[in-house]
């Protein structure tokens, strides 16, 4: 089921104009928090924009990308502590997948939209654009924002004959699996 689930998962990118109701956003948030973290530090934080205006503004937080937020009706922001947490990157990305998945378990379309080492313009970050938007602490970084609604498109699967195989060895590298 895990499987069949991954194999229709693909980025969505285009979202019907359907709110996404606050025990569904509870879903994804419970997601979230479950998600693991090295020595159960969580250094993860989220803010949940569902504020159209909000999401606008957050569409131009990079250079590319991003615009396709505008039109989402959910944005969750990933943010860690890199003070409480070496390996905060990793875990960020953790949770922003588990959110991503349980999306995809109950019926939402997503897309990974990158802030952290993203440009807004010549120069100024996504990061900092993100944080002046939300009022985020200058304590934590931004990882990802992810784009969450009801699908208004359908992308067909990727085929497993397009799948890198090539880069799968056994037991040494480069001996084929």
């Known amino acids: 089921m895990f499987l069949e ?5 693909r980025s969505i990118r285009k ?3 359907q709110t996404i109701e606050p025990p569904i956003i509870a879903q994804l948030i419970e997601a979230a928090l479950r998600a693991p ?12 924009v569902d504020r159209p205006a909000k999401l606008a503004q957050l ?11 505008q039109n989402a009706p959910l944005g969750i922001i990933i943010c860690a502590d890199p003070d409480r947490s070496d390996v905060w990157i990793e875990d960020a990305s953790i949770a922003a997948t588990y959110i991503q ?3 995809e378990s109950i019926g939402l379309g997503s897309c990974w939209i990158q802030i952290r080492e993203r440009m807004q313009d010549t120069t100024n970050t996504a990061e900092e654009s993100v944080k002046k938007t939300l009022g985020i602490s200058s304590r934590l970084k931004v ?4 784009a969450i609604g009801f699908a208004d498109e ?3 699967p ?4 397009e799948l890198q195989y090539q880069k799968v060895f056994y037991n040494e590298y480069g001996r084929s699996f």
């Open 5 to 9: 689930m991954l194999q229709q998962r």
């Open 15 to 17: 979202y019907k104009k």
């Open 37 to 48: 973290s090295s020595r159960n530090l969580n250094p993860w934080e989220f803010v949940i």
């Open 59 to 69: 569409a131009q937080s990079k250079q590319h990308g991003s615009s396709f937020l």
């Open 101 to 103: 998945l349980m999306a």
């Open 143 to 146: 990882e990802a924002i992810i």
């Open 154 to 156: 359908k992308l067909p």
């Open 158 to 161: 990727h085929r497993k004959e």
